[in-house]
């Protein structure tokens, strides 16, 4: 016999399992006092001291460093402590002697010395204007201004000057088909000239540069010294240049180009604020620096000072005075001719250093002339008087 019964009295009859009994950690409340509970006592744990996880200070003395041993609690070794000597007598290290038993630095055998140190191998330096570089290793000056090392010239009267002078050593020798077809016999024989293309030398040379198709690496001339304008050369009247902080090397070259040109001693600059005797200024000379020493001080002052004690007539070159120069120099035999830089002149130091002061006579229609300019037209007032 089947018996129905509504289903509204089934629900009541139906049984649920608790949460606990499906999963207990899911069903376990989250923060709640039972968590807060378990905070204080880990905390009330952790300041316990030594009988539970104590703090640095309260930790029992099993984790305290050894006497004279590692770790941010180790105790000092006493001074009255007696050191453990002999070999360890176990360990893989047994046979090693201890580091007390070891011998003194000075004490060990040849066996523990050190060895001699290398010598640096020698600087590379890189070619000018940006090239690769490994075309010559030179070394720095010992005993000059540091500008010792060879350089790049480049252009036909700057190269063949320079091939032509007996007191240069040349190491390369660099020119294109065209400059060997029309150089010619001019070439010499040492060093031996290589052909390469022209876009090996535009690489090689700085950007620009006018190298009608040579360049020569080649050693720098000997500097002389101030020192070797102490005795007249004769009984002309004998111009030496002195330039103050002139930096532009095409203005230091053409300088050099009239001091050939009207037969001038020497050029001096000083070490510091005057450029290097390389390509630019050899091409600027144009052979000048082959004929007349460039000559290089520490300080211009103290040159002055020596060349007024071999009879120099010291002269500077400025524009805001009233005495020209041919009337400076018309009864002087060696004069000292100081030119100063385009923007700035003579220096109140090089100044106050020199005998007289003149000047060049100009119209007014110009503030000043050209530094290079000026030394031309003061060398010809020079060489005409």
Not at 21 to 44: F, L
Request: charged fraction near 30%; include cysteine; glycine fraction near 10%.
């Amino acid at each position: 016999m089947l018996l129905l019964l509504p289903c509204g009295s089934i629900r009541p009859a139906m049984s649920r399992r608790k949460p606990e009994a499906r999963n207990p950690k899911r069903s376990a409340p989250k923060g709640g006092a039972d968590r807060r509970d378990s905070r204080k006592e880990a905390g009330s744990r952790k300041e316990a001291g030594p009988e539970g996880r104590g703090r640095a200070d309260q930790r029992p003395a099993k984790f305290a460093g050894k006497p004279g041993g590692k770790g941010p609690n180790r105790p000092p070794i006493r001074p009255d402590e007696p050191r453990r000597d002999g070999p360890r007598k176990d360990g893989p290290h047994k046979d090693r002697p201890r580091r007390d038993d070891r011998p003194r630095r000075d004490e060990r055998p040849q066996a523990f010395a050190r060895p001699e140190p290398r010598p640096e191998p020698r600087p590379e330096r890189p070619m000018e204007g940006g090239g690769q570089g490994r075309e010559f290793r030179g070394r720095a000056s010992s005993h000059g201004h540091g500008r010792d090392l060879p350089a790049w010239l480049y252009g036909s009267h700057a190269c063949l000057a320079a091939l032509h002078n007996p007191e240069r050593y040349h190491r390369r020798l660099l020119v294109t088909r065209e400059a060997r077809d029309a150089l010619g016999d001019d070439l010499p024989a040492n060093p031996q000239a290589e052909t390469v293309d022209r876009a090996r030398l535009d690489a090689l040379l700085p950007p620009g540069a006018v190298h009608q198709g040579i360049a020569l690496l080649t050693d720098p001339l000997e500097d002389p010294g101030v020192e070797s304008l102490k005795e007249p050369l004769g009984e002309d009247r004998e111009v030496v240049l002195l330039l103050d902080h002139v930096t532009d090397p095409r203005n230091v070259g053409a300088i050099l180009r009239s001091a050939a040109a009207f037969g001038a001693r020497a050029v001096i600059v000083t070490d510091r604020h005057a450029p290097e005797a390389t390509g630019a200024l050899a091409k600027a000379a144009s052979g000048g620096l082959e004929v007349v020493p460039l000559m290089r001080v520490t300080n211009l002052a103290r040159a002055l000072d020596l060349l007024a004690e071999y009879g120099f007539w010291r002269v500077g070159l400025e524009m805001e005075t009233e005495k020209s120069l041919a009337d400076a120099v018309s009864d002087i035999r060696r004069v000292a001719l100081v030119l100063g830089a385009e923007d700035e002149g003579l220096r109140r130091l090089t100044r106050e250093k020199c005998d007289f002061l003149a000047k060049l006579p100009m119209t007014g229609a110009v503030e000043s002339l050209n530094v290079s300019a000026a030394a031309a037209v003061a060398l010809y007032e020079c060489a005409r008087g």
